[in-house]
């Protein structure tokens, strides 16, 4: 039997763009024994970029594939794998349905998720990633008011601590501008993952370090899912989706597919209030 070990960028596993095709053809020409998650730094002073091992070997029968994230000793990881208790199982059915990403945390189940209605935010939600231009100028005074993450309050509001501005130019589109219920998320830095509320007082536009959710209010009130945004249950998915070397990020791709506890309208509404 052939086997063959291929060391390749962490992108691998969930690019669109540049690794769909591939990832569609690897599952389909060979069997894949293991993926190790390794992670940043283990490749110094060469590079500095996290990775994954692939483990193939020829093309057999497969319903499902085993996946572990190396935290401590690699070597000895290595050498006792093969019991492969701290191995997670993909089934090759869920990835074929799901872009053939490699995500672990994608297809985890949470004990919380027992006996109550849940949904991917992007069941219940549109997206739209925040504004910026090359060249584009601040300044101290202006129509619009220019947010970044750090503007992005601990109590899930908006409270600027950099006094940016802008004037709309032509080719920006008033889509960019907020409306009262939209939630802004950070998307990159120490605080990515974090939310807050826009109550729709100002002119405001957000930057590209973060991302704008417009929710379906007739399943879920934005209200709710900035207080859902403070809980464990979002936390733990966001640690599992998070990645990046000197600056941590949280994609578009992955905000996408965070779980979220979906009572009824009237039970939000009591939740909020209590």
Known sequence: MAKLIIILPNSFTHSLIHYKEVRKQVLENFQIKE???????????????????LYLTSKTSQKEVYCFSYKKNFLDFW????????????????????????????????????????????????????????GMILKEKGEFIFIKVGDLGKTGKIERINNCYFDLIPELSQDYVLEKGDLVVARVGATAGKTVLFLGKDKIIASSCTIRIKFNQKEILPEYFCWFAQSKEYWEQVKNFVYGTTQLQLNIIFLKEIKVLLPSLEKQKRLLKS
Do not use: C, D, H
């Open 35 to 53: 993926i190790v998650f390794l992670p940043t730094k283990i490749f110094l002073p060469f590079a500095n970029v996290w990775t994954v091992i």
């Open 79 to 134: 050498r006792f794998r093969k019991s492969r208790e701290n191995f997670q199982k993909i089934e090759i059915k869920k990835m074929k349905e799901n872009n053939y990403f490699i995500i672990p945390s994608l297809y985890q189940n949470y004990p919380w998720e027992q006996n109550n209605k849940v949904k991917r935010l992007k069941e219940i939600a549109t997206f739209q990633r925040g504004y910026w231009k090359q």
